[in-house]
């Protein structure tokens, strides 16, 4: 498989000047032809893709939408939600993916939380008779990119805002511990509204195919017919949903990331031989993943590994003192992926966002409340 040019940078260069809107542009501009989705027998290109986007992030614009301009997208997995979000971001804007398929009232209250400045909901304008003008695609990595609430399952449901900055390392990270880049077919699989939509999405900033299943719930032996289907070379699955897939022959399936919850050696020991099984691990709060295990061998431990390239992670006691391999402590997280904070709540951003004494000036870390441990072999439990 192909590696992508961005694997060569440096980390410097790459974390120091590039967008979701550049990372998407370079892919473009490398191989406009490629496909880069498809979708229920639909296939769309690169050159599609960013014509379509231009052309609605023209119609935004006439909308007020700025830097820092919220919309808000209550679309279902679809080619329609990816084209939104670049429109989105072309315009400078900020995307609040909001899963239409959730209950009203969560609907309802992530809405009211977000105060969008424009709402899309089910559908697309029919943007065909505006031009498709290219757009800049840069601007401060500072910059938000996208507003993703968390599930509300310790309580009510917080907007973690989370900039450019770690998104290019995002894609560093899949490139090269994943293999992803021209050539991979990477299943979209999880909800709009869960941020590991974004990790899949980030294909796209390798110049591969994003595989589009139709909305709804996918699992079991559905799940393996798609797979083999649309020949899924990589996918990301909640280890939940991958317990419920029968081991078929999946020859195309060469790389398995289980994230979301804990992953049970005998998940490794059914899918690890013949292929890439990775363990990753990364919270809302830190744009998406902040540590990989090595590829999985049956008969080992599940590690979350080490971390990615443009993340630190700690693992500290009460007093924030680093604690020896072996030593539980809780986890915090800091480097390019650390989020601005959360939405409207100065006081919880305060609290759980907090100065990295181990960092440059003026850094951050996000204290997870994760407890973990550094094995033998220097990985994350």
């Known amino acids: 498989m192909t590696r992508i040019s961005i694997d060569d940078m440096p980390t410097g260069d790459l974390l120091a000047g590039t967008s979701l809107g550049e990372l998407f542009a370079a892919s473009v501009a490398r191989n406009p032809d490629a496909v880069a989705i498809v979708s229920d027998g639909r296939s769309v290109s690169y050159r599609e893709l960013d014509e379509w986007s231009d052309r609605l992030a023209q119609w935004l614009s006439e ?24 429109a989105v971001t072309k315009a400078g804007g900020v995307f609040v993916p909001v899963d239409p398929a959730y209950p009203l009232r969560r609907q309802e209250f992530m809405l009211a939380d977000a105060a969008p400045a424009l709402v899309l909901r089910d559908t697309l304008p029919d943007v065909s008779a505006h031009p498709a003008v290219p757009r800049a695609a840069g601007g401060p990595l500072t910059r938000a990119a996208y507003v ?13 805002v ?40 980030m294909a796209l900033a390798s110049g591969a195919v994003l595989v589009v299943p139709p909305p709804g719930r996918l699992a079991g032996a559905e799940l393996a017919d798609l797979l083999v289907r649309e020949r899924v070379s990589h996918a990301t699955l909640p280890p939940a949903v991958l317990a419920t897939v029968p081991v078929v022959e999946l020859a195309d399936l060469v790389t398995l990331v289980v994230a979301g919850e804990a992953c049970g050696p005998e998940l490794v020991e059914r899918w690890a031989p013949g292929r890439r099984m990775v363990n990753a691990y ?34 500290l006691d009460e007093r924030l003192r680093p604690v020896p391999p072996g030593v539980v402590g809780e986890l915090y997280a800091a480097g390019a992926g650390v989020a601005r904070g959360y939405l409207n709540r100065p006081g919880l951003t305060g609290e759980r966002f907090v100065a990295d004494p181990y960092g440059p000036a003026g850094s951050r870390m996000y204290r997870t ?13």
């Open 63 to 86: 909308r007020g939408v700025r830097p820092e301009s919220r919309v808000a997208l209550v679309l279902p997995r679809s080619v329609e939600l990816v084209v939104a979000v670049l």
């Open 148 to 160: 993703i609430y968390t599930s509300g399952s310790t309580g009510t449901p917080k907007g973690v």
């Open 162 to 201: 989370v900039s450019h900055q770690g998104l290019a390392a995002l894609a560093l990270a899949q490139a090269q511990r994943l293999g992803v880049g021209r050539g991979a077919r990477v299943l979209q699989f999880s909800s709009p509204s869960f941020d590991a939509w974004v990790w899949e999405v």
């Open 282 to 315: 990364g919270p809302t709060e830190s744009t998406v993943c902040v540590s990989m295990s090595v590829p999985l061998q049956p008969g080992g431990g599940v590690p979350i590994g080490r971390p990615v390239r443009g993340t630190r992670v700690y693992v």
């Open 369 to 381: 409340g994760d407890l973990a441990r550094w094995n033998a072999d220097g990985e994350l439990e």
